[in-house]
């Protein structure tokens, strides 16, 4: 079963068309990497998946729950429910800054899900000593590294107990050093098969994390298979020349 399909998506900011029809599968506990060159597209495509911004086109599906028909949106009790699917982490962590870790952790599954406060601390807590950050549960977001903040950022998606996460270039903002703990933290999603969507430039990772692989540029998928062949052994000529500028 699929829990994301896109079909036939289109997106345009003013005379500038970004996404240019583009169809897409996620099956229940795959991996999808997302790759391609700046201005390619991918941040629009999950910034669209995610209904973060209106499609001028084309179909959002989650579990078989239409969020986008024909490029309309469904009514607001609809897409609260769909919106339970999934949750997205950004290359920016968007912690609040006024918020300890724990707080940030819980603040949405307790005032938009209306969970149980005592539950869901304790889930927090969990999802925090998960992410090896149960000694900073107290500490405030200015207090902790940037790898640190985006894996706090990880167990406030995860405490809403979606069905898929989405990333966006996930280590974009961090240091060399601190990207690999997050990249860690990621792998070991994928090996507990949570579904995710990952944009991202780390070619190594996307190859050894996904179990697929979507070249996007110029608004369209150039090609897209497993991280074998689209990485290690690319059909079409711009996948190849993207790849080559990679290595230099």
């Known amino acids: 079963m699929n829990v994301l399909e896109l079909r036939n998506i289109r997106k345009s900011f003013g005379e500038l068309e970004v996404l240019k029809g583009i169809s897409l599968s996620v099956p229940k506990g795959g991996v999808t990497a997302v790759i391609g060159p700046s201005g390619s597209g991918k941040s629009t495509l999950l910034r669209c998946a995610t209904l973060l911004e209106d499609l001028d086109g084309g179909d959002v599906i989650y579990e078989g729950k239409y969020a986008v028909r024909d490029g309309v949106t469904a009514d607001k009790a609809s897409l609260r429910q769909i919106r339970r699917c999934f949750g997205l982490v950004f290359q920016n962590f968007n912690l609040f800054p006024h918020y300890t870790l724990l707080k940030n952790v819980m603040d949405a599954p307790v005032h938009v899900q209306g969970r149980n406060a005592a539950e869901v601390r304790d889930e927090a807590l969990e999802l925090l000593k998960k992410m090896g950050l149960q000694e900073k549960a107290d500490a405030y977001p200015c207090q902790l590294s940037g790898g640190q ?9 995860l405490c809403l107990k979606p069905d898929m996460l989405f990333f966006d ?3 974009s903002a961090l240091d060399p050093e601190l990207t690999g703990e997050v990249l860690k933290v990621i792998r070991q999603l994928a090996e507990e098969k949570m579904t995710m969507v990952i944009v991202t430039h780390e070619m190594p990772f996307a190859r050894m ?3 697929h692989i979507v070249f996007m540029d110029g608004g369209v998928i150039v090609e897209e298979g497993d991280p074998e062949q689209v990485i290690g052994d690319p059909r079409q000529d711009r996948t190849k020349a993207f790849l080559r500028r990679l290595e230099r």
């Open 149 to 157: 903040q985006q894996r706090a950022a990880i167990a406030r998606a």
């Open 169 to 171: 270039e996930p280590t």
């Open 209 to 211: 994390v996904a179990d």
